[in-house]
């Protein structure tokens, strides 16, 4: 194990965040490893919150639509139809480990007035005393693009934030940050970024799904953000998810302020 990774392992509140992309379509399958590994760690006596996208990705296939559509409105009606399956989904492996999931959806004016603030944050730790396992997603059905979090990525580190999280785990398709994009020759894996590296130097690429929203980009950006409040941060893949709440050595670090 190593010790810079040993937070992940003994934290005692931590957050989950994982893609539209690890648990839709043809990875819909990877829902019951990542609850397997979640419910582990949740019996163990952790407090562990996920932050889930996948509503949109889920109402897509019922529609015979492949892609994000372009406009609110029908992203909206897809939200709103696919979220309460994705719970669904959720919900039916969890109670194979004899967990209740909660579902919390947010917008970005939730948690930026101090009253609606104060609200969320008590009924996420409600949640957590009451053994629930959280399940968070922005509200796209009523969300629009002026009140958007604008990816998952950041809603989570705000998250984790809200309810003074200790460690933050951010899962993709991706097992690592690279140097370049992981499919070009010369990409090398970063292992750590401590919280004054630039990565000014570093080819970050977006998102190649066509069903999420975010990508590298928004991956660093978040983790940069719960570094600034002191929450260490490991980006790796879905596949890895148990490993890296085990404090195993995988995926890249991003080191807190402190």
């Known amino acids: 194990m190593s010790v810079s990774r040993e937070i992940f392992a003994k934290a005692r509140r931590v957050v989950v965040k994982v893609g539209s992309s690890s648990i839709s379509g043809e990875n819909a399958s990877k829902i019951d ?5 979640l419910a582990k760690n949740h019996d163990a006596g952790r407090e562990v919150i996920l932050v889930s996208s996948g509503a949109i990705a889920t109402g897509l296939p019922l529609f015979d639509l492949e892609n994000r559509p372009d406009d609110l409105p029908t992203s909206q009606a897809l939200a709103a139809v696919g979220q ?10 969890l109670e194979k480990f004899g967990i209740i999931a909660g579902q919390v959806l947010l917008t970005s004016g939730d948690l930026e007035a101090d009253e609606t ?8 730790n409600r949640l957590l005393e009451l053994r629930v396992l959280p399940i968070v997603n922005e509200n796209d059905t009523v969300a629009t693009a002026e009140i958007r979090f604008g990816d998952n990525d950041r809603l989570a580190a705000l998250v984790a934030i809200l309810v003074d999280a200790e460690a933050l785990v951010l899962l993709s398709d991706i097992d690592a940050l690279y140097t370049l994009p992981p499919t070009q020759p010369g ?10 590296d630039d990565l000014s130097t570093i080819e970050i690429g977006g998102t190649s799904s066509g069903v999420g929203t975010g990508g590298a980009v928004t991956k660093v950006s978040a983790a940069k953000l719960a570094n600034s409040a002191n929450i260490p941060v490991l980006l790796t893949s879905t596949d890895n998810v148990a490993l890296a709440l085990q404090g195993e050595n995988v995926g890249t670090l991003f080191e807190s302020s402190k």
């Open 33 to 37: 490893d990542l609850v397997a590994a």
């Open 84 to 93: 309460s399956r994705l719970i669904s989904r959720y919900q039916d492996q």
């Open 117 to 124: 603030r104060s609200n969320a944050k008590r009924a996420m």
């Open 187 to 196: 990409a090398t894996k970063i292992e750590n970024v401590s919280f004054e």
